[in-house]
């Protein structure tokens, strides 16, 4: 953000880090155009993050990620002590609405997937657990933007809906629901935790099924939302198919 201090060795380093959000093993040339640094400064930097753990060089010379990144994912997953109410209702929602069900974080201008829990079907969507998606694209994506400080008509618009459709707008064979779910603590005002929804293939989205899975993440994101001691969102299917 503009007037805060920054410290270019330490945002070269993440940069670093960054880079891998697709490949699991990237090698030196790779790495620096991916973070846009010269190799002998990449160099450099991976040995220093090599040290504590961050970075791993295998014997063929490529770089992978070390065990310090989950360590400290597991740390922020119990610092918010969101896994042990999360995972519950994720199942609960995937079970009654037979698709995939997720639950996002803002970073940056990315959503990060949390937490995740499968339907028992063979024609699914799948996504991991630390998966890097959109925040401009998918009910995620919209919610999570919405209520963290989006100031658009649209922003608007969800917050008072209180819960978003998206049919094919990151990938024309999928659609989603998503709703936000708030706690005591958040990253925004009145608590906002995080965007709980569900995703799976588009033609299992039509009305008026589309309006019943939105029935049941709007119930799931405020049950979710009073158990980690939050008032849920206003709002709320009106049977009129909003979505984008």
């Not at 040339?29 to 961050?54: H, I, W």
């Not at 400290?72 to 119990?78: I, S, V």
């Not at 209520?147 to 209180?162: P, Y």
């Amino acid at each position: 953000m503009p007037g805060e201090a920054r410290v270019e060795a330490v945002e070269r380093a993440l940069s670093l880090l960054e880079a891998f959000d697709g490949p699991p093993r990237l090698t030196l040339s790779e790495l620096a155009a991916r973070s846009g640094l010269y190799p002998s400064t990449v160099l450099r930097l991976a040995a220093s993050l090599a040290r504590f753990g961050y970075l791993h060089r295998d014997a063929d010379g490529a770089f992978r990620l070390g065990p310090a990144p989950l360590r400290l994912g597991l740390r922020y997953q119990g610092a918010f002590n969101l896994a042990e109410q999360v995972r519950p209702a994720l199942a609960a929602l995937s079970a009654r609405s037979g698709e995939t069900a997720g639950f996002y974080v803002r970073e940056g201008e990315h959503r990060i997937c949390l937490f995740r829990h499968h339907p028992d079907r063979a024609i699914r969507h799948h996504v991991e657990e630390g998966a890097r998606l959109p925040l401009d694209r998918g009910a995620g994506g919209r919610v999570l933007a919405a209520f963290t400080g989006g100031n658009a008509a649209a922003d608007e618009a969800l917050r008072i809906r209180g819960f978003c459709i998206s049919l094919g707008e990151r990938d024309p064979e999928t659609a989603a629901v998503a709703a936000p779910v708030f706690g005591s603590h958040g990253v925004a005002a009145g608590g906002f935790a995080g965007a709980l929804g569900v995703v799976g293939a588009r033609h299992r989205f039509d009305p008026p099924n589309r309006d019943r899975l939105a029935a049941l993440v709007v119930e799931a994101a405020r049950e979710l939302s009073r158990m980690l001691g939050g008032a849920p969102a206003r709002g709320g299917p009106s049977g009129n198919g909003e979505r984008l």
